[in-house]
């Protein structure tokens, strides 16, 4: 069974650009999550998906970030235009309804100068 | 301030030995504690999942315990081998199907030969 996937594994910005990261989930798995790391800090909690609908987004650190999952499979999460601050790691699990355990994906690492 | 607490942020150990991890949480309420491990360049991989009414549970050489009235858990990792160093994430979730979770810092572990 392939395990979640994120896309692209690193990226490299300038500042006022915009970047676009995705995330395959394990098949079957409706909750999706995404979650982000700033340096030094702890992993945090941005926003969760039911199929295509958001089910908590308190998380969201303003209007700059936009997150999709049309359909209810793959998602993405559109920064524009990006800061300084939001360079970080990146990471979306997936869970299906009867388990409590969220599979991580390996992160995207955001760098913007 | 974060509301888990995790110590040391970082600790040494030699092939074969023994170390303990801590936890101190401040999420109330409180439905169930995870410890994961992040290798680097990885995603989290949980370890184990206790809920309240649970003291103890082990994963192979992973031991975790949770005393609910202090708000303290631990994760023993026994006759520590190399592939154990990484990070050690203590995770905890509000409610029962709450999947928004609250992340401590880790505990980073470095076993050397």
């Known amino acids: 069974e392939a395990g979640v996937t994120q896309f692209p594994s690193h990226s490299v910005i300038e500042k006022g650009q915009t970047v676009t990261l995705r995330c395959d989930p394990i098949s079957g798995h409706d909750n999706l999550y995404w979650y982000r790391r700033v340096m030094g800090k702890e992993i945090k909690f941005l926003l969760h998906?039911?199929?295509?609908?958001?089910?908590?987004e308190s998380g969201m650190p303003n209007n700059r970030f936009l997150a999709e999952r049309t359909g209810g499979t793959y998602s993405t999460l559109k920064v524009q235009p990006a800061e300084l601050e939001d360079s970080g790691v990146y990471f979306c699990a997936s869970s299906s309804p009867q388990q409590e355990t969220q599979y991580f994906g390996p992160g995207t690492r955001l760098l913007v100068l | 301030k974060n509301q888990v607490e995790q110590s040391p942020q970082s600790l040494i150990i030699l092939e074969g030995k023994n170390c303990t991890l801590q936890c101190n949480y401040t999420v109330s309420p409180f439905s169930n504690l995870r410890w994961y491990k992040q290798d680097t360049g990885r995603g989290p991989v949980s370890l184990t999942i206790m809920t309240f009414s649970e003291n103890t549970k082990s994963n192979g050489r992973y031991t975790a315990t949770l005393d609910a009235d202090t708000k303290q858990s631990s994760l023993h990792i026994t006759a520590s081998q190399l592939s154990d160093s990484a990070s050690y994430i203590c995770v905890v979730s509000l409610t029962y199907n709450d999947y928004k979770l609250s992340f401590g810092a880790g505990t980073t572990v470095t076993v050397r030969a």
């Open positions: 998906f039911v199929k295509e609908s958001k089910q908590d």
